[in-house]
């Protein structure tokens, strides 16, 4: 894999750092799994391997194995749909920037030898720059995790359920909701809005151009604080993701304000076993917090049959669009609307 030309290209399609680091994470993941990317590109275009990643609503209600290897923690659709979505980037990639066989093979091996080269010069110590610093300062990690737990400031459980009824009244009557935009610079968030119109006649779905004003309003009201005036180096985070999601984007019980020096641990900034277990503290109690949302949230996507008629309404965008956009967008929009298991 080349995973310097893949980042290079990344950056030029005007992707960002958090975001580049992801998906070069992502394909070396599938990479140590099921064998280099750049080998299942010349067998096939990465056509098996592509059929390996995909992993359906049906599959995981039926609680089925994946065809691949790869070990994923948590969500097995999500895990599944973002590796597969990370490939498809490098297989863009490839083509893109129209190497060669012989090129990329060739590059694959200079790229091999040079790390031979630096594992044979030095052995440096793996270093972890969170128990670098807990170490230095003398802090038990259990105590570091709970003042981050501890300082992240939510709504009320009953501020947020009053907010939640509010927002399904809005969707389902009509009235404007918020989005993050869909696609680089929200190239291709119409198709979101599209969908809205389809599942709930609303035609009042409007792309946060900030990405982030929305919630950022919403969590101050709910919880009284002003960021810069009342608040300093505090992040608005969403907890559970689903930004395409109206009612999730715009949900106080899905955001907060996380203290800036933790806030790369609830997300992808942070990499190795510190965030893997801050994340299932800090989920965890937000799953506590905001059970009562959280449960009213899934009988909504059961009720609304939301997840089996997304596929309904792809399919009337076909001929459209891009067969590949389409593709992405169906697996992109299940997992926006997935249910939060508790």
Same mark, same amino acid.
Not at 216 to 229: E, F, L, P, V
């Given at each position: 894999?080349?995973?310097?030309?893949?980042?290079?290209?990344?950056?030029?399609?005007?992707?960002?750092?958090?975001?580049?680091?992801?998906?070069?994470?992502?394909?070396?993941?599938?990479?140590?799994?099921?064998?280099?990317?750049?080998?299942?590109?010349?067998?096939?275009?990465?056509?098996?391997?592509?059929?390996?990643?995909?992993?359906?609503?049906?599959?995981?209600?039926?609680?089925?194995?994946?065809?691949?290897?790869?070990?994923?923690?948590?969500?097995?659709?999500?895990?599944?749909?973002?590796?597969?979505?990370?490939?498809?980037?490098?297989?863009?990639?490839?083509?893109?920037?129209?190497?060669?066989?012989?090129?990329?093979?060739?590059?694959?091996?200079?790229?091999?030898?040079?790390?031979?080269?630096?594992?044979?010069?030095?052995?440096?110590?793996?270093?972890?720059?969170?128990?670098?610093?807990?170490?230095?300062?003398?802090?038990?990690?259990?105590?570091?995790?709970?003042?981050?737990?501890?300082?992240?400031?939510?709504?009320?459980?009953?501020?947020? /359920?009053?907010?939640?009824? =509010?927002? #399904? +009244?809005? &969707?389902?009557?009509?009235?404007?909701?918020?989005?993050?935009?869909? $696609?680089?610079?929200?190239?291709?968030?119409?198709?979101?809005?599209?969908?809205?119109?389809?599942?709930?006649?609303?035609?009042?779905?409007?792309?946060?151009?900030?990405?982030?004003?929305?919630?950022?309003?919403?969590?101050?009201?709910?919880?009284?604080?002003?960021?810069?005036?009342?608040?300093?180096?505090?992040?608005?985070?969403?907890?559970?993701?689903?930004?395409?999601?109206?009612?999730?984007?715009?949900?106080?019980?899905?955001?907060?304000?996380?203290?800036?020096?933790?806030?790369?641990?609830?997300?992808?900034?942070?990499?190795?076993?510190?965030?893997?277990?801050?994340?299932?503290?800090?989920?965890?109690?937000?799953?506590?917090?905001?059970?009562?949302?959280?449960?009213? /949230?899934?009988?909504?996507? =059961?009720? #609304? +049959?939301? &997840?089996?008629?997304?596929?309904?309404?792809?399919?009337?965008?076909? $001929?459209?669009?891009?067969?590949?956009?389409?593709?992405?967008?169906?697996?992109?929009?299940?997992?926006?609307?997935?249910?939060?298991?508790?």
């Amino acid at each position: 894999m080349d995973e310097k030309g893949f980042r290079c290209w990344l950056q030029q399609e005007g992707y960002n750092n958090g975001t580049i680091n992801s998906r070069v994470s992502n394909c070396i993941r599938v990479c140590d799994a099921e064998g280099d990317l750049d080998e299942h590109y010349f067998v096939d275009k990465c056509n098996s391997l592509l059929e390996k990643l995909t992993y359906t609503v049906a599959n995981q209600r039926n609680s089925d194995k994946p065809k691949h290897c790869i070990p994923i923690k948590g969500n097995m659709f999500n895990g599944t749909a973002t590796l597969k979505q990370a490939v498809n980037l490098y297989i863009k990639f490839l083509m893109d920037t129209k190497f060669t066989q012989t090129e990329i093979m060739a590059n694959k091996k200079t790229i091999e030898k040079e790390v031979v080269k630096k594992i044979v010069t030095t052995s440096p110590k793996t270093l972890d720059s969170y128990a670098q610093f807990l170490e230095y300062f003398d802090i038990d990690k259990k105590l570091f995790y709970d003042f981050g737990i501890d300082n992240t400031i939510y709504a009320s459980p009953e501020y947020a /359920y009053e907010q939640w009824k =509010k927002l #399904k +009244n809005q &969707l389902l009557e009509n009235k404007p909701l918020t989005i993050r935009g869909y $696609g680089r610079q929200g190239k291709h968030t119409e198709l979101y809005f599209k969908l809205y119109s389809y599942l709930f006649d609303n035609s009042n779905i409007n792309e946060d151009k900030t990405n982030n004003a929305v919630p950022r309003k919403n969590i101050q009201s709910a919880t009284g604080h002003r960021t810069n005036i009342t608040l300093f180096n505090y992040q608005c985070s969403h907890i559970f993701g689903h930004t395409k999601n109206p009612l999730l984007f715009e949900a106080v019980w899905n955001i907060c304000f996380t203290p800036k020096l933790f806030d790369p641990l609830t997300g992808h900034e942070a990499k190795g076993p510190w965030p893997e277990e801050y994340q299932r503290i800090f989920i965890d109690k937000s799953q506590q917090r905001f059970e009562k949302c959280i449960l009213d /949230y899934n009988e909504f996507v =059961k009720t #609304k +049959n939301i &997840l089996e008629r997304i596929p309904r309404f792809v399919e009337t965008l076909v $001929g459209e669009y891009d067969s590949i956009l389409l593709g992405k967008f169906q697996e992109d929009a299940l997992a926006e609307w997935q249910e939060i298991r508790i």
